[in-house]
């Protein structure tokens, strides 16, 4: 058994790497909306935060009712119960990552979570 995964991401919309990753702790998914569009639900999560990565592109999330602009580069963080809805701007699409861990799950990181060998 090796202890990595690697896979490549198709050209999709969206594409979930739980189980192409075989992922225990986290989801991971990869997102593009084309350019004047939206993801078509407003949503919020039971105990689970989300943190994005912008990778391309323009456009908005409107969290609880707040409007923020979003462009490549930026990250945003957003707790369970923050009501969000995503939208790319009417010029271009926007893509980014989206990761998804349990809120208040991590106990170390970085260096403190390193063994030196």
Known sequence: MTNYKKVSVENAP???L???LELTGAEISYNTIDAGGCVPFIHSHKQNEEIYYIL???????????EID???GDF????PNGARQFFASKEN???YICIQVKENSLEE???NDAIIK
Not at 76 to 79: D, E, F, N, Q, W
């Open 93 to 95: 699409s926007i893509s």
């Open 18 to 20: 739980h189980d192409q």
């Open 109 to 111: 990181f970085t260096a």
């Open 70 to 72: 979003l462009v490549a």
């Open 14 to 16: 969206r594409v979930e």
């Open 76 to 79: 945003i963080k957003i707790s």
């Open 56 to 66: 391309s592109g323009s456009g908005k999330a409107i969290i609880d009712n707040d």
